[in-house]
Structures are given as C-alpha cells and as structure tokens.
C-alpha cells in the first residue's frame, strides 16, 4: 500500500493528504540538496588527495551532481502532481527524468569497470613485472588483455566519451 496515490494517467494527487505527503517529500528533498551540495563541494576540494584519487573523483563529482538535478526533478515532478494544469512541469519532468537517470546508471557502471580492470590489472602486473625485466619480449605481458586495452578500455575519459556520451544520447532520442 502506498503511503499516497497519485493517479499514474494524469499524475494528479487524489486527495488533502496526498497533497500535504508530496509537499512533505518536496521538501526532504529540497533540505537534501543543498547537504548533497556542500558534500560534493568538500569533495571536489579534496579530490587530489591520495585516497580520493583512487576513487575516480571526476566520476565521482559528476555522478554527486546528477543526484542533485534527479532531486530537482523529483520536486517538479511532485509539483506536477500537486498542479496538474502546469504542462511545463510534466514535460521538464519527462525531458529529465530517463537522461539523468540512465547517465548515473552508465556512470556508476563506469566507475565499478574501472575498479575492477585496476585490479585485474595490477594482479597481472604484479606476477609479470620482473618477468619484462629479464625477458624484454615476454610474449605473456604484451598480449594480456588487460595491458593491451589499458589506453582504451582501462581509460576513464576514453570510457566516459564513448560509453557514457552514447547513453546519453539513446534518452534524448527516445523522448
């Protein structure tokens, strides 16, 4: 059971209390975003610092802001709920809703591939270090996979420009 219904065909709110439910939600998220804010801030401040670095902070960042835009959205769309005859806020509601979303998806995707190719990485690297050293062509450290797609699929701007830039672009074609 829902704690209010909002009438999925016309997104209207049913009565008082769903009324004053969707203001109570319009404002927990609007007290969320300015904390989500100021945290990115900090973060961004601290980005350089070793153990933020590992954590891919550019991914990071963004996917800190997108939150904020999906909260913003999430406002409108309760606005939309509360004053079905304002057009505008559905179509901003509809315009938003699958590009922020399905970019925080593909971003966190990224990031969590990321994470997992350092590892696959430098548990390869590791084993095969010394083994460059004495043998300049070891066949086995030139033909990993892994040390062979480190420019492409081991690169975050090269991910982000063709994955995440195409996801984007699949929503705004859809709407």
């Known amino acids: 059971m829902a704690v209010f219904a909002v009438d999925e065909s016309t ?40 153990p933020i670095k590992a954590r891919r902070p550019n991914i990071t960042l963004a996917i800190e802001l997108l939150m904020s835009a999906m909260f913003m959205n999430r406002i409108i769309y309760c606005l939309y709920a509360i004053y079905p005859d304002l057009i505008a806020l559905r179509i901003i509601f509809i315009l938003i809703n699958p590009i922020v979303n399905h970019t925080i998806l593909w971003l ?45 699929l081991g690169n975050e701007k090269f991910l982000i420009k063709k994955f995440v830039l195409s996801v984007i672009m699949v929503p705004i074609i859809i709407v």
């Open 11 to 50: 997104l209207k709110a049913g009565t008082e209390t769903d009324v004053i439910c969707l203001q109570v939600l319009m404002g927990l998220y609007g007290v969320a975003i300015p904390i989500l804010l100021f945290n990115t801030r900090k973060y961004y401040k601290f980005r350089k610092l070793a």
């Open 108 to 152: 966190f995707t990224v990031k969590y591939w990321l994470l997992y190719y350092d590892i696959q990485f430098v548990l390869f690297s590791e084993g095969n270090q010394w083994k460059q050293h004495i043998n300049h062509n070891n066949v086995t450290y030139l033909t990993n996979w892994y040390i062979v797609n480190k420019q492409t």
